[in-house]
């Protein structure tokens, strides 16, 4: 497991006053401490994964329960259980993690909760790590629960604790909605009191209220409703939703939240507009008052937000209902800032110049015209697998079998980026688990030979109804598992696979093939994927089924391996390209590995990349590779 | 005080997120505002990342408009040059002389860029640019590992970052992992001492 700062145990520090540098994610960490917060759960995603990474470094010394759940499902109603036992607890996924979790979203609303419940949303704008940019703000309105929205680390912190304090007040869940610029922004942040966690709950038997049965579902929509009226009275008079400046002028009124607050303020002062400013922190129920009141006072109103028009679609239909006759600016009818991607200061503030006609005083267009001349040609860097990585090896694998006739749906992970050349594998990629269930579609569909791609941890989180959907439909496909020991991509996590919990305690190894035969399958194998003569023959036999089969190809991530072997104090021998390379190139054709670069026309190997996995010795049709350690 | 930009560009592993936290801790222990922005989860398998540094009283958002940086804080020459929009006349260019040749570049057979090319490049959109041999200097560290911490203290050689060298040195000493604080330490200062000969 990664940790972020130099020592988690800053977060410990019960040193009220004391100002430290801060990612936003450990800030809410340190808000988890402050709060009183004592059960933590998640399934790590980016942007969110440092928040319970930072508390699982600390949970045992700080005396609350951490866990890495199995999915952001679980991981809800983990917390969602402890809550109703009076217990705080905090739940923390990425934005695509809330769309698993919301059934129990949708219904714990109802039921509401005993301890203070968080359920943190760290959305992706520009997708910087995700599959799609949607804005979670809409379920506050969908779930019709409060939302509070940080813009910077230091209110990340506060707003955590508040989120305590008002979902005790209300006995109901509350959002905590935070972008990739807030959750990855290091800031300074001020330390307050640490509270004393508190893990002793009690479970009061109260079927009317816990046990959502359309009788009595009905009832308790009743008391939500009624429970919102008094979020709204606390949405009005919150600290968080504030006019941060008053125009000289009455003309125009700038009306934020979250990230793009940050841009607005700055937009602002680089044009010299004379402008009032609200600043909303508390987004739903929207401070309906707050916000006529404020519209009242100006003549133009301009909405800067990042996504969807959320806060402007619900601000038009505030003026229109206290009969203001401000004019408002946004997104919606003539859009002046973007609904895709990230916002910044120099976007907010072209779109603030174009509707207060002003001229903005850089010349942008000049910089692009200059900047895009020097990167014409400049040779693009994707991410891309490491060097060592086994998935390589299973990709490699699966092209010299599968070919170009099979069909590989891959999953959410770093074997995404498989799809990179000359690999190629990867031909439709949705969601987490998607992989099995859409190769089953597209196997009926064609009836060619499908090979769904996932990875250990998201095996764990999603694929199992797809495995059993699969073994009782029997579909006709062939379920790679690329088992690494970890959950690699957001920064090495356990997962029920690896014997480890999150507060480091060992714990029972969920074995992937077990699971598989247990579920029906009938032709499960375990493969080492540098083995690649062995796991072709395999996955040969696993295509010939008549019905779903299970390929485990299982070495651990190159990263851990590596680190391991720094460990131990053994040294890693690079390969070298000997004199009988004849500058066929097939290494680097077929496996587009980092460390094999091409220096004055001639294949070398990066002494500094090479991790000596020794894939490129099995695929050199010369035999001109050598001297490395081969790990294996 | 004046408003301090920095942008920091390199390619996954490099040590540029390590090197942003810490420009940013130093400036918490002198007492000023600042901002980070990273980039984490996917980018950092062996792809472009850029981080930015931002210091100044009324400093909100975590990162650099085009052609506002005063110093951009070059990893690896093709990463700098894919982040010249920063740059302008007002910028200075420090940049590392490692070369990490993308993927593609293999696989299409082409050999990495002309570095006079680039540096020439450089030179038409910054107010100065410095290039560092920074392999070498951080062999002589101790550690190769350490060239992200040369630029560190050759950022701290020119001055412009409203922070000072000791808080810079402590922040090194803190951020870097226990057991290679003195290769890392000895990394800023031949960094520094570099800049100061030649800038």
Known sequence: MRSLLPDPHVLLEDNPSKRVLLLGNEAIARGILEAGISVVTTYPGTPASEIGDSIAAIANEAGLYMEYSTNEMVAMEVAGGAANCGVRALTAMKHVGLNVAADMLMTLAYTGVRGGCIIVTADDPECHSSQNEQDNRFYALLSNLPCLEPSDPQEAKEMTISAVEISEKLEVPVLLRTTTRVSHTRGPVTYGKLAKPNLKGKFVRDVKRLVMVPANSRPKHTVFLKTMEKAKEISESSPYNRVVREGKSKEYGIISSSSAYNYAVEAADLLGLDASILKLGMTHPMPEKAIAEFLKKCKKAIVVEELEPYVEMQVKAIAKDYAC?????????????SREGE??????????ARITVRKLPIDFADIDKRFTEVVKELPRRPPILCAGCPHRASFYVMRRIGGENAIYPTDIGCYALGIAPPLNIGDIMICMGASLGTAQGISKATNAPTIAVIGDSTFFHAALPGLVNAVYNNSRVTLAVLDNATTAM?????????????????SEKVSIEKVAEGCGVKYVKVVDPFQTKEAEKVLKEALEQPGPSVVVFRAPCVLMSVREMRRKGMKIMPFKITEKCTNCMACIKLLGCPALTVESGKVHISEELCTACGLCIQVCPYKAIEGGNTRR | MKEFNAVLAGVGGQGTLLAAEILGSAAVKDGLNVRVSEIHGMAQRGGAVTSNVRIGEKILSATVMEGQADVLLGFEPLETLRNLKYASDKTTVIMSDEQIPPTELAAKGTAYPNMKEITAKIRRFAKKVVVIETEQLA???GSRLTSNIVLVGALAATESMPVKTESLMKSVRELVPAKHVDANVKAFKLGYDYMKKHA
């Open chain 1, 325 to 337: 006759e401000t004019e408002v600016f946004g997104k919606t009818g003539k859009p002046y800032f």
């Open chain 1, 343 to 352: 916002l910044s200061t120099r976007a907010v503030a072209e779109g603030l």
């Open chain 1, 490 to 506: 957001t920064g090495h996590q356990p997962h029920p696979g690896t014997g480890l919990t999150g507060m480091g305690s060992p």
């Open chain 2, 139 to 141: 062999s002589e560290a």
